[in-house]
């Protein structure tokens, strides 16, 4: 069974910085593209960032310049850091990775529980 365990939230000042990290752990063949998603009370769950196992990175428009994401083949982990935050960058900030089970088998998406980063102005 694949769990994703995230870690680093809390709450920070404005133009603070915390660096999310989550790990990958149980059964799993490999890993592909890994990311980190938002979602605000009230809001809808967006992406923040994304990195693909070769490297290749993605971010939303509202964090780019301020949030570097990055991961770690051999731990199986992915981070985020985030600098220069923001009372608006206050969520609940999710880990999820693209992981296929086997050799053979699809890639599925995994979930992390969830960490909250609260931004206080």
């Known amino acids: 069974q694949v769990q994703l365990v995230e870690s680093g939230g809390g709450l920070v000042q404005a133009g603070g910085s915390l660096r999310l990290s989550c790990a990958a752990s149980g059964s799993f063949f490999s890993i592909y593209t890994m990311a980190w998603y938002r979602q605000a009370p009230g809001n809808q769950r967006e992406l923040v960032a994304a990195?693909?196992?070769?490297?290749?990175?993605n971010y939303a428009d509202f964090v780019k310049g301020r949030f570097t994401i990055s991961r770690d083949n051999a731990k199986n982990m992915v981070s985020l850091q985030m600098n220069s935050l923001k009372p608006e960058d206050t969520a609940v900030y999710c880990c999820?990775?693209?992981?296929?089970?086997?050799?053979?088998?699809?890639?599925?998406?995994?979930w992390g529980q969830g960490t909250q980063v609260t931004v206080s102005s």
């Open positions: 999820n990775a693209e992981i296929s089970t086997t050799r053979w088998g699809g890639r599925n998406d995994y």
């Open positions: 990195i693909t196992r070769g490297g290749f990175t």
